[in-house]
């Protein structure tokens, strides 16, 4: 449920952060199968204890994201690609990759401005 939710929070061009948690949840459910949630969804005790994860830990990485965007430009400062390699590097489930790095830049650096 992290992994999904630390790739999700730092998604190019993700503007809605307050609803993260219904897009986790969406996704667990459109790949139940593979991801071994396929006894979670029918069964309504489970999806309760699971949607309290969901929004627990998608909590939890908004706050790791909006702490390192806040420390990149206070007394730890970062230029925008130091910025972006961290944040990918962190969360991207994969990693940093070579695609589309520009995507990211200026999603964080809009993030940054707007704080």
């Known amino acids: 449920v992290l992994i999904i939710a630390k790739d999700l929070v730092v ?10 948690h219904y897009d986790v949840e969406e996704r667990l459910k459109s790949r139940a199968d ?12 489970n999806e309760c204890v699971l949607h309290t994860v ?4 998608c ?3 908004r706050n ?3 702490i390192l965007l ?9 230029t925008l690609e130091e910025l972006t390699w961290t944040a990918l590097s962190k969360y991207k ?8 790095k520009a995507e990211y830049q200026l999603h964080f650096a809009y993030l940054v401005w707007d704080m």
């Open 93 to 100: 489930r994969g990693g940093v990759g070579s695609g589309s």
């Open 11 to 20: 998604q190019a061009g993700r503007t809605n952060y307050k609803g993260l």
């Open 34 to 45: 593979v991801l071994g949630f396929q006894n979670v969804f029918g069964n309504p005790a």
């Open 54 to 57: 969901i929004k627990r830990e």
């Open 59 to 61: 909590s939890a990485a």
């Open 64 to 66: 790791k994201l909006r």
């Open 70 to 78: 806040l420390d990149s430009t206070g007394k730890s400062r970062m």
